[in-house]
């Protein structure tokens, strides 16, 4: 395996370590109901989250890998190998040129452009160090948020699929977003 470790000017996306510490940080992000309102999951317990730390780790030794999900850290914290998450990031490969992204944060940091270095992170990955074509997002149509920063990174609009994901017994349509690896800017300068 080659470890993931991308760094921005305040967040670095890591390779997940699967310790106690880490699920339960994990679950700090995905069990709480207000962070995971638009995913594709209700609220997930400890259990859950140290489980999804083990298919993680699994993904992490595949070859070829065919999916990323990484820890979120912040630099303000400590080096990242060392710094709690605050989130995770995910980037799911899909065929030899494609994948799809996404990412949830710790409620607690929303709103200091987290989503947006997140999102620049995961389109290195993509398009620089993977050199995929295409990237993907789907985003629930009453998050406006997310899909507000994904047209600042460049994504635009595909259409929307309807009842694309069942939750907690109601179905679930999602605005799909793309960006192709002609139209990135690179990363967006850094927000002060």
């Known amino acids: 395996m080659d470890p993931v470790r991308l760094t921005g000017p305040r967040l670095a996306l890591r390779e997940l370590h699967g310790t106690p510490e880490e699920a339960a940080a994990l679950h700090a992000v995905y069990g709480d109901p207000e962070t995971v309102r638009y995913l594709a999951f209700e609220p997930a317990d400890l259990d859950t989250c140290a489980d999804q730390l083990g298919l993680a780790l699994d993904l992490a030794e595949e070859h070829p890998r065919t999916g990323y999900r990484l820890a979120v850290t912040r630099h303000a914290d400590g080096p990242p190998e060392s710094a709690?998450?605050?989130?995770?990031?995910?980037?799911?490969?899909?065929?030899?040129?494609?994948?799809?992204?996404?990412?949830?944060?710790?409620?607690?940091?929303?709103?200091?452009?987290?989503?947006?270095?997140?999102?620049?992170?995961?389109?290195a990955l993509a398009f620089d160090t993977l050199g995929l074509a295409r990237l993907a997002a789907r985003v629930d149509p009453a998050n406006t948020a997310s899909a507000r920063l994904l047209l600042r990174a460049g994504f635009r609009l595909e259409g929307r699929i309807r009842r694309d994901l069942r939750v907690g017994g109601r179905w679930c349509d999602s605005d799909q977003y793309s960006l192709l690896d002609d139209e990135w800017p690179g990363p967006a300068p850094a927000r002060g």
């Open 84 to 123: 709690p998450l605050i989130g995770s990031a995910v980037l799911t490969v899909e065929s030899a040129h494609a994948a799809s992204i996404g990412y949830a944060l710790r409620r607690d940091t929303w709103g200091r452009g987290h989503g947006g270095e997140v999102t620049d992170l995961l389109c």
